[in-house]
């Protein structure tokens, strides 16, 4: 019995994958799972209790191109990455529009940097070169952003379940649509 619904379920995939809008089901399919993914490792943070607070002082400023394909780039198609003296992992400023440019040109090796980073990623700091999220970011006095707009940036998790949801429901229309044409065209013959 096993193998029979195998061997139908085998072929029900052929049938989806050699279609014409196969490889479209397939796209919106690593969609849904990139959409999982991205929800899945999100940071759990809903209030200020739900953060540490980090401080260090700057050993450099990376910028890093996020569209590297446009022809016309662009300040915005920057993000930027900070390097602590006191940790091996990289920070990442990321959930409040802030003045990048201005910072990154102003600030100096050993300022005074402090981030507030989810409690959950505390196990981050010393792991070499990993990303971890900043909800906030003060440089000496200067503070771009805070903990607060932070959160506000962060939102509730909608953008990756309208991912999921949305290449869902497409999939499914689309894979109905393969197989109810192909279920129509056998009938014909």
């Not at 016309?72 to 802030?98: A, C, Q, R, V």
């Not at 003045?99 to 980073?117: M, P, R």
């Not at 409690?119 to 903990?147: G, T």
Request: hydrophobic share 40%; aromatic share 14%.
């Amino acid at each position: 019995m096993l193998v029979g619904s195998n061997s139908k379920m085998t072929k029900i995939l052929k049938e989806i994958w050699s279609s014409k809008n196969g490889k479209l089901v397939f796209f919106f399919a690593i969609t849904t799972l990139g959409g999982i993914y991205l929800y899945c490792v999100r940071p759990s943070v809903s209030t200020i209790t739900d953060l540490t607070k980090i401080n260090g002082t700057l050993d450099h400023i990376e910028q890093v191109s996020v569209y590297t394909n446009r022809i016309k780039k662009t300040e915005g198609d920057s993000t930027y990455h900070f390097y602590l003296n006191e940790y091996t992992s990289k920070f990442h400023p990321s959930y409040f529009p802030y003045d990048g440019k201005d910072l990154y040109k102003s600030a100096k090796y050993n300022d005074s940097i402090t981030f507030h980073i989810a409690k959950e990623e505390i196990d981050q700091l010393y792991v070499f070169d990993a990303k971890i999220r900043s909800f906030s970011l003060a440089v000496n006095d200067k503070i771009y952003f805070s903990a607060d707009s932070g959160l506000m940036g962060f939102g509730k998790g909608y953008f990756e379940l309208g991912m999921i949801i949305i290449s869902l429901i497409i999939n499914l229309f689309l894979i109905k649509k393969i197989l109810y044409k192909n279920k129509t065209a056998s009938n014909n013959i």
